[in-house]
T-cell receptor, first 118, second 113 residues
Framework: DTGVSQDPRHKITKRGQNVTFRCDPISEHNRLYWYRQTLGQGPEFLTYFQNEAQLEKSRLLSDRFSAERPKGSFSTLEIQRTEQGDSAMYLCASSFRRPGTGAEETQYFGPGTRLLVL | GQQLNQSPQSMFIQEGEDVSMNCTSS?????WLWYKQEPGEGPVLLIA?????ELTSNGRLTAQFGITRKDSFLNISASIPSDVGIYFC?????????????FGKGITLSVRP
């Protein structure tokens, strides 16, 4: 079990540029989550997938943000026309959810991608 | 957005001391989790709690899921220098498609040798 991996670990970009981050979940995990964390705060939920389906999106996820998980394995998060306020740590987490409601589910986080927009 | 309440923001203890951290919410959660985060890294799961009243241990760590489902605490016994980090509580509703985690702001723990 190699854990959740994220690439790149760090990204510096200029305002207005597009950036894309990748997350590889723990193998056989069917759920994948994206969170954003700013300095001094806890992670805040952005969106999540169950297999290929994007099941929930936060209001934090503006039109400039898009996430995909085309084959139900890795996921990408793209930010278009970056703004300085997008500077944050972007965290990915994965979990396995057994069918049926109320099933226990534990989310494991990757190391994050730290984005700095100049 | 909604966040769980963790206070104080920072705690300073002597090596060998026990420390207890509390987390409260105005809403009910069906799962409570405690994570530890070190600089530049993602949160690492410490303990997961799935039933109200549950008391779970992981080595020197003990956590409890409050009976009202609106709070949880984490206790670290006999602290050591490597306990330094930011401790986050997180709650999960776990109903239907709602499985996102809601986090507190974290407590930064410092351990004096």
């Amino acid at each position: 079990d190699t854990g959740v991996s994220q690439d790149p670990r760090h990204k510096i970009t200029k305002r207005g540029q597009n950036v894309t981050f990748r997350c590889d979940p723990i193998s056989e995990h069917n759920r994948l989550y994206w969170y954003r964390q700013t300095l001094g705060q806890g992670p805040e939920f952005l969106t999540y997938f169950q297999n290929e389906a994007q099941l929930e999106k936060s209001r934090l996820l503006s039109d400039r943000f898009s996430a995909e998980r085309p084959k139900g394995s890795f996921s990408t998060l793209e930010i278009q026309r970056t703004e300085q306020g997008d500077s944050a740590m972007y965290l990915c987490a994965s979990s396995f959810r057994r069918p049926g409601t109320g099933a226990e589910e534990t989310q494991y986080f990757g190391p994050g991608t730290r984005l700095l927009v100049l | 957005g909604q966040q769980l309440n963790q206070s104080p923001q920072s705690m300073f203890i002597q090596e060998g001391e026990d420390v207890s951290m509390n987390c409260t919410s105005s809403s009910i959660f069906n799962t409570w989790l405690w994570y530890k985060q070190e600089p530049g890294e993602g949160p690492v799961l410490l303990i997961a709690l799935y039933k109200a009243g549950e008391l779970t241990s992981n080595g020197r760590l003990t956590a409890q899921f409050g009976i009202t489902r609106k709070d949880s605490f984490l206790n670290i016994s006999a602290s050591i220098p490597s306990d330094v980090g930011i401790y986050f509580c997180a709650g999960q509703v776990r109903a239907g498609a709602n499985s996102k985690l809601t986090f507190g702001k974290g407590i930064t723990l410092s351990v004096r040798p």
